[in-house]
């Protein structure tokens, strides 16, 4: 039978805005489903931080004890389904298992069950903007930008959940003097510049040189072998994917301490893309692929514009295309990778109906997405 459950997904932000947690939605038509979709996920599972399983608008039953529920995941209970005999019912089952529960949509004066630990609280922040009374961490969400965000630590939230932090940015400036060196360095790897001149503006940032070293050298990149010097990392990877490789050296390289949620997010986009789009363009159309997403919240990353950006780094047609004009061959795909990012899957579900492609397909390239992402900041 084909399943019809699409996994969209947002970050869990403590009050630094650094990652507390992956928040799962499953969107799907009856729990059964829903069930079958996330064992078939195992083997993708994110494990670098605790992740919130939403079941979406359904009621939870025991039929969630047909999970077999992964040790770092915390199951969302809505308050409002604590009147449901079957949500009554699951929480025991749930607790005599070891799962760990979260409590969502919380509001003052609910009746809770006795003799269950809610890890964590969900609330609404634009109907209860201070947490008053809650029984575990409490965890703003509907929160509209970073302004928003600040308030609600203010008032007391441990943190939040949500995209509030890609709106609300400081306005653009020029590039600084460490991202226009990355660049510099991307522009004469993409252009397959002498080696000795490559090492040459690598020398003049000694930093610079260790954080590629150590990315080239992470798990996420499954090398056989540790890279020792620029260029061994040549001669064994070659000019494309060290292209790749400083791409996500210039994602990663804002300093402001709220930055993680906003890189995990960008990099998630680009693996994303990339594996979606393996079923249509070849391995070089695959890298830009990745580039096209992970730079789609580079002008955000770096404070300055995404024209000014692309003028300095002379990328594909393709790529430029999408990031500035949502146009090209390559605009579905970033739609897409944006539409993971919902509450609500319906456009997800027709942005995969476009390009016939599976919630199979999606949940599986969704998962390894999160999973790469979060290696990167290990």
Same mark, same amino acid.
């Given at each position: 039978?084909?399943?019809?459950?699409?996994?969209?997904?947002?970050?869990?932000?403590?009050?630094n805005?650094?990652?507390?947690?992956?928040?799962?939605?499953?969107?799907?038509?009856?729990?059964?489903?829903?069930?079958?979709?996330?064992?078939?996920l195992?083997?993708?599972?994110?494990?670098?931080?605790?992740?919130?399983?939403?079941?979406?608008?359904?009621?939870?039953t025991?039929?969630?004890?047909?999970?077999?529920?992964? %040790?770092?995941?915390?199951?969302?209970? %809505?308050a409002?389904?604590?009147? #449901?005999?079957?949500?009554?019912?699951?929480?025991?089952?749930?607790?005599?298992?070891?799962?760990?529960?979260c409590?969502?949509?919380?509001?003052?004066?609910?009746?809770?069950?006795?003799?269950?630990?809610?890890?964590?609280?969900?609330?609404d922040?634009?109907?209860?903007?201070?947490?008053?009374?809650?029984?575990?961490?409490?965890?703003a969400?509907?929160?509209?930008?970073?302004?928003?965000?600040?308030?609600?630590?203010?008032?007391?939230?441990?943190?939040?959940?949500?995209?509030?932090?890609?709106?609300?940015?400081? %306005?653009?400036?020029?590039?600084?003097p460490?991202?226009?060196?990355?660049?510099?360095?991307?522009?004469?790897?993409?252009?397959?510049?002498?080696?000795?001149?490559?090492?040459?503006?690598?020398?003049?940032?000694?930093?610079?040189?260790?954080?590629?070293?150590?990315?080239?050298?992470?798990?996420?990149?499954? /090398?056989?072998?540790?890279?020792?010097?620029?260029?061994?990392?040549v001669?064994?990877?070659?000019?494309?994917?060290?292209?790749?490789?400083?791409?996500? /050296? +210039?994602?990663?390289?804002? *300093?402001d301490?709220?930055?993680?949620?906003?890189?995990?997010?960008?990099?998630? *986009?680009?693996?994303?893309?990339?594996?979606?789009?393996?079923g249509?363009?070849?391995?070089?159309?695959?890298?830009?692929?990745?580039?096209?997403?992970?730079?789609?919240?580079? #002008?955000?990353?770096?404070?300055?514009?995404m024209?000014?950006? +692309?003028?300095?780094?002379?990328? %594909?047609?393709?790529? =430029?295309?999408? +990031?500035?004009?949502?146009q090209?061959?390559?605009?579905?795909?970033?739609a897409?990778?944006? #539409?993971?990012?919902?509450?609500?899957?319906?456009?997800?579900?027709?942005?995969?109906a476009?390009? #016939? /492609?599976?919630?199979e397909?999606?949940?599986r390239?969704?998962?390894?997405?999160?999973?790469?992402?979060? =290696?990167?900041?290990?």
């Amino acid at each position: 039978m084909s399943q019809t459950t699409f996994i969209t997904r947002e970050p869990v932000v403590n009050k630094n805005r650094a990652i507390t947690a992956n928040r799962l939605i499953a969107n799907g038509p009856n729990i059964g489903e829903v069930v079958d979709t996330l064992n078939g996920l195992q083997e993708f599972w994110p494990t670098h931080h605790p992740v919130f399983v939403s079941l979406g608008r359904l009621v939870p039953t025991p039929a969630v004890m047909d999970w077999a529920v992964p %040790p770092n995941t915390l199951i969302e209970i %809505p308050a409002q389904a604590l009147a #449901h005999p079957q949500t009554l019912a699951l929480l025991p089952q749930l607790q005599a298992a070891g799962v760990s529960v979260c409590l969502t949509w919380f509001t003052q004066g609910i009746a809770l069950p006795p003799g269950i630990d809610w890890r964590f609280v969900l609330m609404d922040a634009r109907k209860h903007p201070a947490p008053v009374g809650a029984p575990g961490l409490s965890m703003a969400w509907g929160l509209k930008d970073i302004a928003a965000f600040r308030q609600a630590v203010g008032a007391g939230y441990d943190g939040a959940s949500g995209w509030f932090f890609l709106q609300g940015n400081a %306005p653009a400036k020029e590039l600084t003097p460490g991202h226009a060196q990355i660049v510099r360095l991307l522009n004469l790897v993409r252009n397959n510049g002498e080696i000795r001149d490559i090492e040459a503006v690598l020398k003049q940032d000694v930093a610079l040189s260790y954080k590629l070293l150590r990315y080239i050298n992470s798990a996420g990149f499954g /090398l056989m072998c540790e890279i020792q010097s620029f260029r061994h990392a040549v001669s064994i990877l070659g000019y494309s994917n060290l292209n790749k490789w400083l791409s996500l /050296l +210039l994602v990663t390289a804002s *300093r402001d301490p709220g930055a993680p949620a906003m890189m995990q997010t960008a990099i998630a *986009r680009g693996r994303l893309m990339e594996e979606i789009g393996s079923g249509f363009f070849d391995k070089s159309e695959r890298d830009n692929l990745f580039i096209t997403g992970a730079f789609s919240l580079l #002008h955000l990353l770096l404070g300055t514009s995404m024209q000014t950006l +692309l003028e300095e780094m002379h990328l %594909p047609a393709s790529v =430029s295309d999408a +990031l500035l004009y949502d146009q090209g061959d390559f605009a579905p795909f970033l739609a897409l990778a944006k #539409h993971c990012e919902n509450f609500d899957c319906a456009k997800l579900a027709n942005a995969a109906a476009e390009l #016939h /492609l599976s919630s199979e397909q999606i949940n599986r390239a969704q998962l390894i997405a999160l999973g790469f992402a979060d =290696s990167m900041q290990a």
